[in-house]
């Protein structure tokens, strides 16, 4: 008994010294992940010295809930987009001979462009397709209204401007997995009878499959999250959920309004905590045969 | 009206192993000449083990044979039947890869399964077939397995297993065993032997390791340069080399100082039979290490500079009077009494030797 005990101790000692490198690690994590998503959950239920759940209440109220239905819908079309397009480019620099100019051409391309969010990219897109953007009033000669009934600073201008980004991301992010299949794998299954589309269909793709997927939640996360590309360009009107808190952050007119910030906050982090969810159970179910 | 039972219809895909032809193949990477006329013939049923240095062509070779490169010029039959225009896929060959190939996200079963699957056979055929054939590589408790969970030399069964269940015209092993250790290569290399001579099928063997391709080949095809340098089963190949390049290739050799008259070289004082393609004059003869004995001598014009144990044989490096260099292979028991420095007289048995010009050995 007492010799198991002081095993179990050695054995602790032994993990705390291997986890001692891990350190500022840690301490990143509890000062800039765990502290704020506590005070966030805190904050939600009990402010000013009241607990009470009709800040949570108040995310079923149709204003909420068609912004969290705004933003889903959102970041799922643009995740979807996205990786579609996104895996379809992957494949062709991956094609490509690793030397060719034009590949590392477009993979600079593509970790610029990945990070080319926020107001710098709303900006572009007004001046370019906006009401006085220099394409619009190119092509309004030709009597063409490109800029329409102010599409861009709508949900589907929001799709598009996301969709910019979310394309080089899903390059970056799913090149990695393309690259990773073996050119025996292919050779194998030519040499046993397969024909391209066979290789694709039954090795390929079940091969990229969680690849693809987990990718995608990767991109809708990274949609949802976003905020300061909707913040430059969509100002008023119907908000997406990031959009929401600024509004419910800054608005003095509604009392107990910052509370309701914090339950807004929750209700993301719920959010990608299921995406999170998703993804874990995706690795898990292929983590026998990818090492 | 009755069929004789050794008469084989079309139908039949076990048939017998195949003849294959390889004629007059070239194959060039800008550059680089990777086959440089490659002329070969397996016999129907024969392995043969194609042995030769890294970057002889002996990959390019093998995957011209297999549809997965094509040919610059010349062409590939088998059968008799002309397959220069046939696509990989419609080939019937079974390949084993040097680097790992299973499929990762398929167990053992569907893996050997997949090419049956591919020729629509239904599930209970091909499992059954595939079952058969990992019984045949001893890996039938494994079958539900991932690759990710066998060893190495498991994958590698796997791999021969799934490439035979289609029921090959011709196998193609390419360096199979590279990537395994020592033990597991000699273990796997006589497995694979036995599975080839029970399903019969002609198999082309490309291996750098010479002893593994004397182990297992019927015939040894030694190349350079992306040439056939000789064909010859393994025990004529050893003895009787075809040219230096052969003789340096296989076997351990020494070059000891020769002088050639009338069909005879005197190396070492005796006199002895030379191989065709030999020099007429002086030059160098290949005299293998087991051809050489080693008597304690103090008068002798040799001497040990060190002795080398290896088990049930001993490896014994001298010098001789002018200072070249042998090794001669001798049992341990022989061995016993011998040790560095000491003065030695050296013998030859008087098997032919090739007799090469000392220039082109570099001496
Ligand atoms: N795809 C290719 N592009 C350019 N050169 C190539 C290509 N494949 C092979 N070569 C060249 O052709 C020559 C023969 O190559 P090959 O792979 O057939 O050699 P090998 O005998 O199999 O060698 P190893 O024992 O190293 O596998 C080499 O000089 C190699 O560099
Ligand atoms: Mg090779």
Known sequence: MAEAAAGRGRRAGARLREGAPLLPFFAYLVIFLVIPTVAVLVGSVYLDGSFSFGRIHELFSSTALAALWKSVLLSASTAVVGAVLGAVLAWLVASSPPTSVLRRMMLSL??????????????????????????TLWVAHLGVD?????????????????TYFQIPLMVIVFLPALEGLKAQWREAAVSLGATGWQYWRQVAVPLLTPAFLGSMLLLFANAFAAYATAAALVSIGSPIVPLLIRQALTSEVVLGQSGFAYALALEMI???AVVMVAYTLLVRRTSRWLR | MSQRPTERTPSDRSRPGVSVELTDLTRTYGQVNALDGLTLRLEPGELVALLGPSGCGKTTALRILAGLDEATSGTVAVDGQDLTSVPANKRDMGMVFQAYSLFPHLTVLDNVAFGLKLRG?????????????LELVGLSEHSEKYASQLSGG????????????????VLLLDEPLSALDAKVRVQ???EIRRVQLEVGTTTLFVTHDQEEALAVADRVGVMSHGRLEQIAAPAELYAHPATPFVAEFVGLNNKVPAVVSAGKAEVLGVQVPTLVGSVEDAGLAMVRPESLSVRADSEGTASITSVAFLGPISRVHCTLADQTPVIAQLTSSQARD?????RVSLEVEPAPVLVVPAATMGA
């Open chain 1, 110 to 135: 593509c970790s610029v462009l990945a990070q080319f969010g926020g107001v710098a990219l709303a900006f572009a897109f007004v001046a370019t397709v906006g009401s006085t953007g220099v394409l």
């Open chain 1, 146 to 162: 490109l800029a329409g009934s102010g599409w861009l600073y709508t949900l589907t201008g929001l799709v598009l401007v996301y």
């Open chain 1, 270 to 272: 719920v959010v990608v």
């Open chain 2, 121 to 133: 056979d239904d599930r209970t055929n091909r499992h059954l077939r595939a079952a058969e054939m």
């Open chain 2, 154 to 169: 498991q994958q590698q069964r796997v791999a021969l297993a799934r490439a035979l269940a289609i029921r090959p015209r």
């Open chain 2, 188 to 190: 796997l290399r006589e």
């Open chain 2, 338 to 342: 011998l040790a560095p420095g000491q």
